[in-house]
């Protein structure tokens, strides 16, 4: 098992999951498909969401024909329509994607989805496109990803940054195709639901770690010394617990140990941290 492939899905991220699964099959029984809005600070674990559920639908070739049932694209920092058509157009192979006018490259990314049978379409770093536009573009931006999704039936999953939302709220009737929103936060430590919830999670992490003993990651006072560096942030967490396992890797340790979480808390989140004091460092220590 290499550290670096270490995932473990969320129960939110599981019930997204159940969603896209729902919104894909439902497609074709009603006029118009329903979208997601997926939102989440950097580093809630967003972009894993979609390249894992990319990975257990991945492309083919039938006949010598690309097949893609999930298109997964990522807009780039100040992204407008044309700009988000061309990312389509080169996610889907097109040759030309560089080349017409947004009409042109509109009409043929709505031709190769679907002689590709894509049936859904992930839109990440969404707020890309957002923050290069004003609340006029906005209503056009909304515009025409509604005559996208409706031209074709083929959903989409918009996903960036909590200020992604503004793309619904400015416009009433891509609303009305997007009524499935989602937003992926910390993970908190203020009651025993919660607390149940992280430990789970940690649980399943300390099983796909590459080593002969667990780490009890999710031992109370380890879980909450973990909650406690990473914020409940997933992205940190696991920048934190890779490196820590890199670590004890390098130690030729059992398991990861507390010695290894305080160097990679030194190393990695320290510098962030609004704590005083690592709290993985013990007196013992």
Request: hydrophobic fraction near 45%; charged fraction near 25%.
């Amino acid at each position: 098992m290499i550290v670096g492939s270490v995932y473990v899905h969320r129960d939110l991220g599981n019930a997204i999951r159940a969603q896209i699964d729902e919104n894909r099959e439902s497609a074709p029984l009603f006029p118009e498909p329903h979208c997601i809005l997926l939102t989440g600070e950097s580093g809630s674990g967003k972009s894993s969401l979609l390249k894992s559920y990319l990975a257990a639908n991945p492309p083919s070739r039938i006949d010598g024909v690309l097949r893609q049932p999930v298109l997964l694209l990522e807009l780039p920092v100040k992204a407008n329509m044309l700009g988000a058509a061309t990312v389509m157009l080169r996610a889907l192979n097109d040759p030309g994607s560089e080349i017409g006018t947004l009409e042109k490259k509109s009409e043929r990314v709505r031709i190769q989805l679907k002689l590709q049978k894509v049936e859904v379409v992930f839109v990440d770093e969404f707020q890309h496109i957002v923050e290069s536009s004003g609340e006029r573009t906005l209503n056009k931006v909304g515009d025409w990803l509604k005559q996208q999704a409706k031209m074709t039936g083929i959903p989409f999953v918009l996903s960036g940054l909590p200020n992604s939302s503004v793309i619904v709220d400015v416009n009433a009737q891509f609303a009305r195709i997007c009524p499935y929103r989602y937003h992926l936060g910390p993970f908190k430590w203020d009651d025993q639901a919660n607390r149940k919830a992280f430990r789970l999670f940690l649980a399943e992490v300390d099983k796909q770690l590459p080593f002969d003993m667990l780490t009890r990651l999710a031992d109370v006072d380890l879980a909450q010394k973990l909650h406690l560096a990473s914020e409940g942030s997933v992205g940190r967490l696991m920048l934190l617990i890779r490196k820590a396992a890199m670590c004890a890797i390098d130690r030729g340790a059992a398991c990861v140990e507390m010695e290894d979480l305080a160097f990679a808390f030194d190393r990695i989140l320290a510098p962030l941290s609004p704590l005083d004091e690592n709290p993985f460092w013990t007196e013992a220590s």
